[in-house]
C-alpha cells in the first residue's frame, strides 16, 4: 500500500547548524508533498510544500528538496535555533480529486543542543 | 481571522458514554477532516468533507459518524466511546481547487476515555 516514512525517528542538532530531516514515499503517483511542524500540545503548522514538477524550493530558512528518482523528500532548515523543536511531518497528497487526502509519515522529532 | 477552531479543548468521558467535537474554520474552505493522532504517530484520517453537503470515509472510520452541518461546521461523534478512542482529534480545512490544497489544522481535542 501506500506510504509515507522518515528515516529518522530523532534528530539532534546543535543550535546554530543546518538540519535535514529526511522521508521517503512509495506512491510514485503523488504530485503533492508538504512539510508540517508539530509543536508540543499545538496541531500541525504547514511550513513549505512542493509539487512534482519542481525539485528545489525556498522559504525563509527552510528548503525542501524532492527527489523522484529515488522518492526521497528532504526538508532543510538553516542555523538551526531553539524555537525549531518540534516534530516534523512529511506527507504527500495521494491525488484525490474530491478533496486534498493527505497522507502522513510518523514523525522526526528535532531537538536542539545549546 | 481565527482559522480552524476546535472545542473542548479537552474532556474525560467514561465508556459507552457519547460526545460530539466540534470544528469551525472561517477560511472559507470547501474541504473539511478529522484525524486522529496517537503518541509518537502521525495522523491518521478519520472522515473527510470534500464539499457541503459530503462526507466519506478515511482510514480509520469505525466507531465515528460525522456531519457536515454548513460550509463553516463539522462535527465529529462518538456514539458509545471505547478506551481505543483515547487520542488527541484534529480538525482540519483546505480549499477545493488543487491550487489551494494546503490544510489548515486546529489545535486539537485530547480526549480520554475510561
Known amino acids: 500500500g501506500e506510504s509515507v516514512g522518515l528515516h529518522l525517528p530523532t534528530l539532534s542538532v546543535q543550535e546554530g547548524d543546518n538540519s535535514i530531516i529526511n522521508c521517503a514515499y512509495s506512491n510514485s503517483a503523488s504530485d503533492y508533498f508538504i512539510w508540517y511542524k508539530q509543536e508540543s500540545g499545538k496541531g500541525p503548522q504547514f511550513i513549505i510544500d512542493i509539487r512534482s514538477n519542481m525539485d528545489k524550493r525556498q522559504g525563509q530558512r527552510v528548503t525542501v528538496l524532492l527527489n523522484k528518482t529515488v522518492k526521497h523528500l528532504s526538508l532543510q532548515i538553516a542555523a538551526t535555533q531553539p524555537g525549531d523543536s518540534a516534530v516534523y511531518f512529511c506527507?504527500?497528497?495521494?491525488?484525490?480529486?474530491?478533496?486534498?487526502?493527505?497522507?502522513f509519515g510518523s514523525g522526526t522529532r528535532l531537538s536542539i543542543r545549546p | 481571522n481565527a482559522g480552524v477552531t476546535q472545542t473542548p479543548k479537552f474532556q474525560v468521558l467514561k465508556t459507552g458514554q457519547s460526545m460530539t467535537l466540534q470544528c469551525a474554520q472561517d477560511?472559507?474552505?470547501?474541504?473539511m477532516y478529522w484525524y486522529r493522532q496517537d503518541p509518537g504517530m502521525g495522523l491518521r484520517l478519520i472522515y473527510y468533507?470534500?464539499?457541503?453537503?459530503?462526507?466519506d470515509k478515511g482510514e480509520v472510520p469505525n466507531g465515528y459518524n460525522v456531519s457536515r452541518l454548513n460550509k463553516r461546521e463539522f462535527s465529529l461523534r462518538l456514539e458509545s466511546a471505547a478506551p481505543s478512542q483515547t487520542s488527541v482529534y484534529f480538525c482540519?480545512?483546505?480549499?477545493?481547487?488543487?491550487?489551494?490544497?494546503?490544510?489548515?489544522f486546529g489545535p486539537g481535542t485530547r480526549l480520554l476515555v475510561l
Open positions: 482540519a480545512s483546505s480549499g477545493r481547487d488543487r491550487a489551494d490544497e494546503t490544510q489548515y
Open positions: 506527507a504527500e497528497n495521494s491525488g484525490y480529486s474530491s478533496a486534498s487526502k493527505i497522507i
Open positions: 468533507s470534500a464539499s457541503e453537503g459530503t462526507t
Open positions: 477560511m472559507n474552505h470547501n474541504s
